[in-house]
């Protein structure tokens, strides 16, 4: 029997995911983040970066060995931007490939694993929110869009 891509990948994501609307640099973010609830996240192995061709985006990681729950902050926009020249330009301009182009306004996402009470996300929402550097973080849901599975670890 063979099998395809297709009949490997999963169909549903297994994970809780935040939007984080944010201008600050990833490093920046993540030290609001430990700041905030009181967590030891670090940089890890940008994701996406197995091959040299594809852009990469920043990532941080905390796993939670009591609760057993892994947290990831990645972020939407690649590490580097390319310099493009497009037909009838002059200069060349810089364009950024989205981790998630359909969430065009999303600056990062948090990427949590573990089971949780809908009391615990809201909560991690509302943490979230204080947050003054953040402009706005919402939980979504993972199955409103296929794109979300290139999130899955």
Request: with cysteine.
């Amino acid at each position: 029997m063979n099998y395809t891509l297709d009949d490997w990948m999963p169909e549903e994501v297994d994970f809780k995911l935040f939007h984080i609307y944010c201008h600050l640099k990833d490093y920046r973010l993540c030290w609001a983040l430990n700041e905030q609830f009181r967590c030891k996240m670090v940089r890890v192995d940008d994701f996406l970066d197995e091959d040299s061709n594809l852009p990469s985006y920043a990532q941080f990681y905390w796993k939670d060995d009591i609760m057993h729950r892994e947290f990831y902050l990645i972020s939407n926009k690649p590490a580097t931007t390319n310099a493009v020249v497009q037909n009838g330009d002059l200069f060349a301009t810089e364009s950024r490939e989205l981790l998630i182009p359909d969430v065009k306004k999303v600056d990062y996402f948090l990427q949590v694993y573990g089971q949780f009470t809908s009391i615990e996300l809201e909560e991690i929402e509302e943490h979230l929110n204080m947050i003054q550097f953040i402009n706005a973080a919402k939980m979504v849901d993972t199955s409103s869009s296929k794109s979300y599975l290139n999130l899955m670890h």
